[in-house]
T-cell receptor, first 115, second 114 residues
Framework: KAGVTQTPRYLIKTRGQQVTLSCSPI?????VSWYQQTPGQGLQFLFE???????NKGNFPGRFSGRQFSNSRSEMNVSTLELGDSALYLC??????????????FGSGTQLSVL | AQTVTQSQPEMSVQEAETVTLSCTYD???????LFWYKQPPSRQMILVIR??????QNATENRFSVNFQKAAKSFSLKISDSQLGDTAMYFC???????????FGAGTRLTVKP
């Protein structure tokens, strides 16, 4: 069974641009979550999608958005990039049973550098 | 708000020996889940072990076991017979019973020495 796939692995953008990251979950998983990892702030929850709907959201500005497609694949978009958005963005999938406590399976992340 | 604290930024252990990583958390909830994840240089987060707060029995997975002390809000990870492949960042994480928002500690960098 293929794992969680994130593309691209690396991305370099300049301030003010926008970026879209992609995540394909494990087959059969219906929930996709996104996390931002930085040396200063550590791992922070961005949002979770289930059945094409955002189910939970962390404390990030509106420049961070996402969506989920009918095949459970998800994209994350960051508009008007700032230097502080440089980070490793991790995607995680789970079965999406509706409750909490699920085992999250992570991809290898997309390393975004904003210049 | 739930917070997770890992007080050991770095640790090292000799191959084949045992090491314990510490984690404490703060919550007013009674039902929740606790996890340990490892992140090797490949950056992929790998689930090591999961504990349900309502279960008193400590979770074990092969060489990995936890010491879950609910009253003390402590959740330490013991790695027995350490192997070179155990070298990684280890993150303790908390999740509520009703959502998949995972809160992570700052991590402990573990080095296994030959």
């Amino acid at each position: 069974k293929a794992g969680v796939t994130q593309t691209p692995r690396y991305l370099i953008k300049t301030r003010g641009q926008q970026v879209t990251l992609s995540c394909s979950p494990i087959s059969g998983h219906r929930s996709v979550s996104w996390y931002q990892q930085t040396p200063g702030q550590g791992l922070q929850f961005l949002f979770e999608y289930f059945s094409e709907t955002q189910r939970n959201k962390g404390n990030f500005p509106g420049r961070f958005s996402g969506r989920q497609f009918s095949n459970s694949r998800s994209e994350m978009n960051v508009s008007t990039l700032e230097l502080g958005d440089s980070a490793l963005y991790l995607c995680a999938s789970s079965l999406g049973s509706g409750g909490g406590g699920e085992k999250l399976f992570f991809g290898s992340g997309t390393q975004l550098s904003v210049l | 708000a739930q917070t997770v604290t890992q007080s050991q930024p770095e640790m090292s252990v000799q191959e084949a020996e045992t090491v314990t990583l510490s984690c404490t958390y703060d919550t007013s909830e009674n039902n929740y889940y606790l996890f340990w994840y490892k992140q090797p240089p490949s950056r992929q987060m790998i689930l090591v072990i999961r504990q349900e707060a309502y279960k008193q029995q400590n979770a074990t997975e092969n060489r990995f076991s936890v010491n879950f002390q609910k009253a003390a809000k402590s959740f330490s990870l013991k790695i027995s017979d350490s192997q070179l492949g155990d070298t990684a960042m280890y993150f303790c994480a908390f999740m509520m019973y009703n959502n998949n928002d995972m809160r992570f500690g700052a991590g402990t960098r573990l080095t296994v020495k030959p």
